[in-house]
C-alpha cells in the first residue's frame, strides 16, 4: 500500500494522521517518493479556504484529510506533501485534490501517478482560476469550522461521518479525467522518469523550504504592485495577444475572484513557464512574437458565463519579471516572505488586504474588502452561491473580491429596506423590498420577480419557507384609528403575492427575526410579537417581549436557539440605543447587555449572532460580546481608528465570517466587509 508522510520541511499542513504516517514510513524500508507541491493563482482564504487530500492505492483509501487556509488554518501556498512509493513499484496511486470555499468545492484535480521508486521526485498540483467548477458537491464542516458555529448546533450535525472526496464530490470531466485549465483531459504520468527531482528552490520562489514556524526566504509575487499601472488587451480569434517585451505580465480580470487591487479589479496573474505534461496552465511565447492564451480564458469571456467563473478582460503590465510558476503569489496564505516589484523589495505581508480604512489607516490583515462604491447597501444574503446585497433602484449585487457585480435591478429608483434569500421552487432568490415595490430574482439573475404593494413604503422583509414576508406600514383614514399595517407575502417560484391586513393602532413592524419555530416581529413600540413562521401566521400575533424603554422601537433583532438579541433604537437618534438579549430560560428573561450605543450621522447598527457571541455597532466601531455578557472586544476597524463615518448597517455570520455594512454618504460611499472569526 502506499503511506503518505509527514515533513515538516516544506509542509505546514497539520495533518492528523501524523502518528500514522510516521510509523508507517518508520516500519517500511527507505524508500522513494513523490512531493506534491500544491499550489493556487486565486488569492487565500479569501477564494480558496480549505484544501483537501484523499489517496487511493490498491482499490482503497489510505489517506484523507481536509485542512484549512491561513492565516486561521494550517495550510500555507504552496504546500507540499510526500507520497511514498507503494512496495510494488508498478502499483498506481490515485490522487484527489479538491480545492473548498466554505464547504463548496471549486477546483478538483485528479490524478493517477507512478511514484518513483527510488529516488524523491516532484509534481506540482495547481488548483486555478481557470478550473473553477470542476468539481461539484460540499463537504461537511469540519473541526476547524465546527468550532465557530453556534453553540445550538448539536456537534453530531457536523461531524465528518463517511465522507469519501472521490464518490462525494464529483469530477464535472468524468471518471478518468481532470479539468486542466478549464479543459478535460487525461494526464499520462505513469512514467515515473518523467518527474524531476525534488527542489524546493523550484517551489518557494528560490527560496528553501519554509519549516513549521518560519516561511520561506523565498519570493513571491505581488500582483497588486506590479499592474499598478495595467493596460487591457483584446485577444484576438485565435486567443492570443501582443507581446510587450522580456518583462510582459499578463493576468485576467475577473468579477470576484483573484487578488483585489484598487485600479482594475480582483486579478489572477498568468505564468510563463507552465509545463503540459503535468496539467500546468499558462502563457506561451508563439513565433510571431505573440503570447497565446490558454483557450479557456477567450471561451470564458463570452456571454452566458456563469459569475464565478466569468473573465471580464485581460490586462498586461511591464513592471515585473514575468510570473514563473516558481514564484506563488504574495498574500496571508503566502509560504514565501520577500515580495519583489520591479527594483524594490516589499514589506513580508505586501499582498495581504491593504484596502484602506474609512479613516484613512490600513486594514488587519484579516479584514477583507468584499465591495466598495455602493451608493446605499442595505442586507447582507450569506448563501452557497456566494454573498449579495441590495443597492438603490433594488439592484441586487454579489459582492468580493473588492468588486459589486449586478445579478438584477427593478428599474424603479427606490431604495431598499433589506434583502433576504429564499429557497423557491428549488432556486435561492434574493428578495428585497422599496417604497411600493417587492422585487427578487435568483442568484444568477435568470428568473426576476416583481410586485407592487398598496401601502406607503416598506419597513423590513423577511424569509420565511418558501416566501418573503414584507411589512408595509399604513395610514388609512378608514383603518380603525387611523393607523394600521399589513404584512405582504411574496412566493418567487411563482409570483404569488399575498398579505395579512393588521388594524392595531401605532404599531408597525420594524424588524424581523427566526427562531426554530417562531417569526418575531419587532415593533414600533418596542416590543416584540410571535407568531408561527407561515403566511397568514401572524394574524393574531403572541405577545413575547414588553418594550424595555418608552420612546423607541425594535430596529434590528438575532436569534439563536431560544434566544434573542436585539437593539432597542430610540425615536430620537441623537439618544443612546440599548443591546438587550432575552432568554426564557432564565431569570429574568430579558437582560441589557450594552447601554449607551450612539448612533455615526444618525443612524444606528444591526445585530448579529453565531451563537457564542453577538455583534454589534456604536459610533461606527463593530464589537463582539460574550452571550452571557461581558466586556466587548473591538472587531472593527482597525485599533485606534476613528470608525466608519457614517455608520455600520446590517451585520450577517456564517460559520467562517462576521460581515457588516459600511454606509456610505448616500452617492458611492457603501461598502461590505467581512473578518474571519477568531
Known amino acids: 500500500m502506499a503511506c503518505v508522510a509527514k515533513r515538516y520541511r516544506g509542509l505546514v499542513w497539520v495533518l492528523g494522521l501524523v502518528g500514522a504516517a510516521a510509523a508507517c514510513a518508520a516500519n517500511k524500508p527507505q524508500r522513494g517518493g513523490l512531493m506534491l507541491a500544491i499550489s493556487t493563482d486565486m488569492a487565500a482564504p479569501k477564494d480558496i479556504d480549505q484544501v483537501g487530500l484523499t489517496i487511493r492505492s490498491g482499490g482503497r483509501e489510505v489517506f484523507a484529510t481536509r485542512a484549512p487556509v491561513a492565516p486561521n488554518g494550517e495550510v500555507r501556498l504552496p504546500a507540499t506533501l510526500a507520497v511514498l512509493a507503494p512496495e510494488d513499484p508498478k502499483q498506481p496511486v490515485r490522487i484527489r485534490l479538491v480545492a473548498y470555499s466554505g464547504t463548496k468545492a471549486r477546483v478538483l484535480r485528479d490524478m493517477t501517478v507512478t511514484v518513483p521508486p527510488d ?48 464518490t462525494q464530490i464529483q469530477n464535472r470531466c468524468g471518471d478518468g479525467a481532470t479539468d486542466v485549465g478549464g479543459d478535460c483531459t487525461s494526464l499520462d504520468l505513469s512514467d515515473p522518469a518523467m518527474f524531476d527531482d525534488y527542489d524546493p528552490t523550484t517551489i518557494f520562489g528560490g527560496g528553501a523550504a519554509p519549516t513549521k514556524a518560519e516561511p520561506s526566504d523565498g519570493d513571491c509575487f505581488p500582483v497588486e504592485c506590479c499592474f499598478e499601472s495595467a493596460t487591457a488587451v483584446v485577444p484576438d480569434d485565435a486567443c492570443t495577444v501582443p507581446s510587450q517585451g522580456p518583462s510582459t505580465n499578463l493576468a485576467l480580470v475577473t468579477l470576484g475572484i483573484g487578488t483585489p487591487t484598487a485600479g482594475v479589479g480582483p486579478l489572477v496573474p498568468l505564468d510563463f513557464d507552465a509545463d503540459p505534461r503535468f496539467g500546468e496552465v499558462g502563457v506561451r511565447l508563439l513565433p510571431n512574437a505573440r503570447l497565446q492564451l490558454p483557450p479557456a480564458v477567450c471561451r470564458k469571456m463570452a456571454k452566458g458565463v456563469a459569475t464565478e467563473e466569468k473573465v471580464a478582460s485581460v490586462v498586461f503590465s511591464t513592471r515585473c519579471a514575468p510570473k514563473s510558476k516558481a514564484t506563488p503569489l504574495c498574500g496571508p496564505a503566502s509560504a514565501t516572505s520577500t515580495a519583489r516589484c520591479g527594483d524594490r523589495v516589499l514589506p513580508r505581508d505586501a499582498g495581504a488586504d491593504a484596502s484602506p480604512q474609512p479613516d ?129 407575502w411574496l412566493v418567487p417560484s411563482t409570483g404569488a403575492f399575498g398579505g395579512v391586513d393588521y388594524v392595531r393602532q401605532n404599531v408597525t413592524t420594524r424588524s424581523f427575526a427566526l427562531t426554530a419555530s417562531q417569526l418575531l416581529l419587532g415593533e414600533s413600540d418596542g416590543s416584540i410579537q410571535a407568531c408561527p413562521p407561515a403566511p397568514f401566521g401572524c394574524v393574531v400575533p403572541t405577545p413575547l417581549i414588553t418594550a424595555p424603554l418608552s420612546n423607541g422601537y425594535v430596529g434590528a433583532m438575532a436569534a439563536s436557539g431560544t434566544r434573542v438579541f436585539f437593539v432597542w433604537m430610540p425615536d430620537d437618534a441623537n439618544a443612546a440605543a440599548h443591546l438587550y438579549r432575552y432568554d426564557p430560560a432564565l431569570a429574568p428573561s430579558v437582560v441589557e ?34 452571550r452571557g455578557g461581558g466586556t466587548p472586544v473591538r472587531i472593527a476597524p482597525a485599533p485606534g481608528a476613528q470608525g466608519y463615518p457614517y455608520g455600520i448597517g446590517t451585520l450577517a455570520v456564517d460559520a467562517l465570517h462576521v460581515y457588516w455594512i459600511a454606509r456610505g454618504d448616500g452617492a458611492s460611499a457603501g461598502a461590505v466587509y467581512r473578518r474571519r472569526l477568531e
Open 119 to 166: 529516488r524523491t521526485a516532484q509534481l506540482r498540483v495547481p488548483l486555478n482560476f481557470l478550473s473553477v467548477g470542476s468539481g461539484v458537491g460540499e463537504a461537511p464542516l469540519s473541526a476547524q469550522s465546527a468550532r465557530v458555529l453556534p453553540r445550538d448546533v448539536p456537534m453530531t450535525t457536523v461531524a465528518l461521518r463517511d465522507f469519501d472526496a472521490f
Open 360 to 488: 484613512g489607516g490600513p486594514a488587519p490583515k484579516n479584514i477583507e474588502l468584499l465591495a466598495s462604491g455602493l451608493r446605499r447597501p442595505e442586507g447582507l444574503a450569506i448563501v452557497s452561491e456566494g454573498v449579495f446585497v441590495a443597492d438603490v433602484g433594488l439592484t441586487l449585487k454579489r459582492v468580493s473580491g473588492g468588486v459589486a457585480s449586478e445579478i438584477a435591478s427593478s428599474g424603479t429608483g427606490e431604495s431598499p429596506v433589506g434583502l433576504a434569500a429564499v429557497t423557491s421552487g428549488g432556486s435561492t432568490f434574493l428578495v428585497t423590498g422599496g417604497g411600493l415595490t417587492a422585487f427578487g430574482a435568483r442568484t444568477d439573475g435568470s428568473s426576476v420577480v416583481q410586485n407592487t404593494g398598496n401601502g406607503y413604503g416598506m419597513a423590513a422583509v423577511v424569509a420565511t419557507g418558501d416566501a418573503a414576508l414584507f411589512s408595509f406600514p399604513r395610514n388609512i383614514p378608514t383603518r380603525i384609528g387611523g393607523k394600521g399595517e399589513e404584512l405582504y
Open 593 to 626: 447587555l450594552a447601554g449607551d450605543l450612539r448612533s455615526t450621522a444618525g443612524r444606528f447598527g444591526g445585530v448579529a449572532t453565531d451563537g457564542a457571541s453577538v455583534y454589534y455597532a456604536s459610533s461606527g466601531v463593530l464589537y463582539a460580546m460574550p
